[in-house]
């Protein structure tokens, strides 16, 4: 993510990171992005597991549903990727907001975004974010990583994370 830009740009979010960001207090730090967008299906999904995330004030959620047919090319990716209803959807509101971002968590997700020239991040990412922009300190987020295992339902490796924690551990 590149933070230099002043205009932070249009989010495109499947369920994982609401999800996730929720369940580690960190919601707000999607709250500088002028506006989230959550498609249909991937509202549907967070309501089911985490509707605190969707009820919250700080962030400007925007429920939407793609306006285009699904592409051959995301048709294709999501046969072979097992993409879900969520995680397609997603895909294609942001095919359909090119300048925008796809935060997700899915590795198969993301792989279909790369390969559709679509920018994608996730929760980590978003984390390290907050360190770059001071929306908090260092020490405060790495106690949220420190603690990622225990207060959320994101599953990564544990040498993922450590890489992450050192990266963090660099930041200014």
């Not at 969520?86 to 790369?114: K, W």
Request: proline share 7%; aromatic share 2%.
């Amino acid at each position: 993510m590149d933070e230099t830009d002043q205009r932070p740009p249009l989010i495109v979010c499947d369920a994982g990171p609401l999800i996730h960001l929720d369940e580690l207090g960190c919601l707000d730090l999607l709250a500088d992005f002028p506006v989230v967008l959550v498609p249909t299906e991937v509202w549907r999904e967070v309501q089911g597991y985490r509707p605190s995330a969707l009820v919250q004030c700080l962030v400007t959620l925007r429920q939407i549903k793609p306006t285009q047919p699904i592409p051959p090319a995301l048709a294709a990716m999501a046969r072979l990727l097992a993409l879900h209803a969520g995680e397609r959807e997603a895909i294609r509101v942001a095919l359909e907001h090119v300048h925008g971002l796809l935060l997700t968590d899915d590795t198969a997700a993301r792989l279909a975004a790369r390969n559709l020239s679509i920018r994608a991040h996730g929760t980590l990412g978003i984390l390290l974010r907050a360190i770059r922009r001071g929306q908090r300190s260092k020490e405060a987020l790495l106690e949220v990583l420190s603690e990622l295992p225990q207060r959320s339902s994101l599953h990564l490796k544990r040498s993922l994370l450590d890489d992450v924690i050192r990266e963090a551990e660099q930041l200014p």
